[in-house]
């Protein structure tokens, strides 16, 4: 069973309940309607909206592109792996990656 320890809203919720002097966590049985796990949760280096570098290859050379983070961006970043190799967040970061792997 999930306990209030693994939940993402912990620490709020410990604040909720000490000013109501309850502790429901500890209650046998009892299942927050609002646990989520924590463990399924990603806390992202930078919010959706904001302004990334891509390193692309562009008729055979390597470029770097500026793009704006949105869902789109999201999901192929982070399911493609791309953050870190061809995807960093500031110029200076792609552009050492891009002599370095030119090397």
């Known amino acids: ?3 209030c ?3 993402l809203h912990k620490e ?9 002097n309850k502790h429901l966590g500890a209650v046998e049985g009892f299942i927050c ?6 463990s ?7 919010k959706i909206g904001e ?3 891509r390193i692309k290859t562009v008729r055979g050379k390597k ?3 500026e793009t704006q983070l949105n869902q789109n961006t999201f999901w192929r970043i982070v399911f493609g792996r791309e953050y870190g190799k061809t995807v960093f967040l500031t110029r200076k970061e792609a ?9």
């Open 1 to 3: 069973m999930a306990s």
């Open 5 to 7: 320890n693994e939940c």
């Open 12 to 20: 709020a919720c410990n604040h909720w309940l000490q000013k109501d």
């Open 33 to 38: 309607e609002h646990f989520k796990d924590r």
């Open 40 to 46: 399924k949760f990603v806390e992202l280096p930078c």
């Open 51 to 53: 302004y990334l570098y």
């Open 63 to 65: 470029i770097i592109t």
């Open 95 to 103: 552009e050492r990656a891009l002599k370095e792997n030119s090397k």
